[in-house]
């Protein structure tokens, strides 16, 4: 076969954008695709398959193949050499396809006939939409020069697929018209209906075909150049500390690889586009990156792919500050954002929906303060939102409409207006206590974590604030925050609780909070790993900071301090000590030291329940952190999708070891509480109650839920039901659910 040049793959790529914009049925184009493809690369075969969803392929136009097959043919990711194509994310070829490893035989199609094969990824930076295919009867090796032309082509298809090619019926523009249902995780309950907000909106190449290769050479040449400056400039800055240099020095290596600017022209001489040609290496690194086994490694495709967006904004003058207008009710969507970022939008926004995150992320942290639905794990929702698009979020479910049908919206809207009633019979109970029929009093306690959430103590009806979180002032800064400026933090926080009790946990780092501005540490299990206490005990000089703070804030003022994750008794008399002595060389200074002070620990480990008895003499109080307490004890990773909600809080087991530890306290006369998300569900928080845990604290919005709950029942007489059902089932929870159900048959 005759070598290709370069203006034959330019002269392709022409005849196929003119093909492109012609008005017809997107598989009018297709089929006009293959057949140009075909005999352009002067193959008997071309055809292309995409996705029919993420494990399975469909071959969806064909010019060569027997017509029949198409849309009736499919293929599971890693299937034959088609399905080998898509798993790997590179070409493969081979100059006798039914004798090649792993070849699928499909008579449906007749391709038996056909021995070269040359396959091709089509793919847009990560995302996988399907296999390019050419194929001959002659027994031959496609060349490279083929291979890369096949390449190019297949990046104009990506572009044109992301552009709507081939979904609309006329024109362009129709992948981003129609409804999506995403489905993801909760970070977030609650429910919002908005508009969208793209945090980074999406870079779109309008034009992926180079009229002139040697304008679009210069063009990249310009932006590379700058680019350059761009980091070069960012790492003379003095106030660089030294994880935040690697990054950039890694920035600098890929931005001055000459071989990542000399491919980039290479596709451009074949007929890309300059910002074509970089999404295209774009893609081709992160399909080759992502086979990589070196975690190391992996994580520098996030450097990769910043620079190529960096680099691709340059060309197209898309920056962030895009010009569009933020609307009125905007749900912010991003892959994922840092808790500093997602503050500074502040309670502006309806709801948050991210591709990544977790439930104990620093986003998923900052939006339970801010009372804001979050939905996590939302997979593609980056490419397939665009600004302003209509948007309803089920952060109860972890659910995502986007463009939503009417009849959808108006189903959604009756239910918000029902949480929006319930809330005001909820607002009816503030000033009242959680007194059950049989006289029991719960004490119902708010989490905390900022300034923002300290109006919720008055609005919510909680008595005090149970649980501070500390660690969000240090998650937001770029470097460790000053003693001074913590004091100043903390004393404004006691001034907003106006008068009620706060009780301020220490640092809790570590496992999925990793300060900026601390060296990360490989662990392989971090949850288990250096964590919260263990950080405090071996960086004393930070404890002994935050622990001054803490009590140059309090002055006169009664104080409450909670060590968090005590694995033992040991720890958390070494803990204490260290406030002790901070405490007297306070009161040496000839400093206000606490009118008061109660010392406690977050029991959330097992091994805490069973710690000597003088453990519980010693400590004023203790916190179930029931979060990190169920993960360990049912050995389910609370941020692994597959296993958080596979065990149930009200099994047998779990209930068990709860009233261990009620019974331990009630031996001692120590106070017990217990936090978490389980402390603010309705039906959980109740039979805490009735096995004898007296507090519990939760987020603002889930305390009237559970106060009218509790003023609906009679404890003493659930606890029966409890002990009865523990005798004869894993789980209490379905006969507690009938009980429920009787006494709202009762009135």
Known sequence: MPERTDSDSRRLLRRLRDSLALPGKGQDRLDRITHLIADSMRSEVCSIYLFRDPETLELCSTEGLKPEAVHQTRLKLGEGLVGQVARMGKPLKTANAPAAKGFRYMPETGEEAYCAFLGVPIQRVGERLGVLVVQSKTERLYAEDEVDALEVVAMVLAEMAELGAFNSDEGMGGKHTHPVLLRGGTGQEGAAEGHVWLHEPRVVVTNPVADDPLTEIERIRDAVAKLRVSVDDLLSLASLDKEQRQ?????????????????????????LSAEAAVQKEQSSARARMEQVPDA?????????????????RILTGQGRDTGAEMPSDPVLVARNIGPAELLDYGRKLKGIVLEEGSVGSHAAIVARALAIPLVIHADRITAEAL?????????????????????????FRDKMAMQAQAQERYTSLRGLPAQSKCGTVTALHMNAGLMADLPSLEHSGAEKVGLFRTELQFLIRNQMPKREELARIYTRVLEAAKGRDVTFRTLDIGSDKVLPYMKPQDEPNPAMGWRAIRVGLDKPGVLRMQLQALIRAHRDRPMSVMFPFITEGVEFREARDTLLREMERERAMGHAVPASLRIGAMLETPALAFAPDRFFRETDFISIGGNDLKQFFFAADRENERVRRRYDTLSVAFLEFLRRIVLRCEEHGTELSFCGEDAGRPIEAMCFAAMGIRTLSMRPASIGPVKTLLRRIDLAELRELIDAAMLHGDSVREPVIDWLSQQAEQG
Do not use: C, K
């Open 296 to 312: 190391y490694l992996r994580d520098r495709l996030h450097d990769l792919d910043d620079l190529a967006n960096r680099l691709l």
């Open 387 to 411: 600004n302003g698009d209509p948007i309803l979020v089920d952060g109860d479910q972890g659910i995502v409409h986007l463009r939503p049908e009417e009849t959808i919206a108006r189903a």
């Open 247 to 271: 990054v950039l020095e890694a920035y600098r290596m890929f931005a001055h690889s000459r071989g990542w600017l000399r491919r980039m022209e290479e596709d451009i001489t074949r007929g």
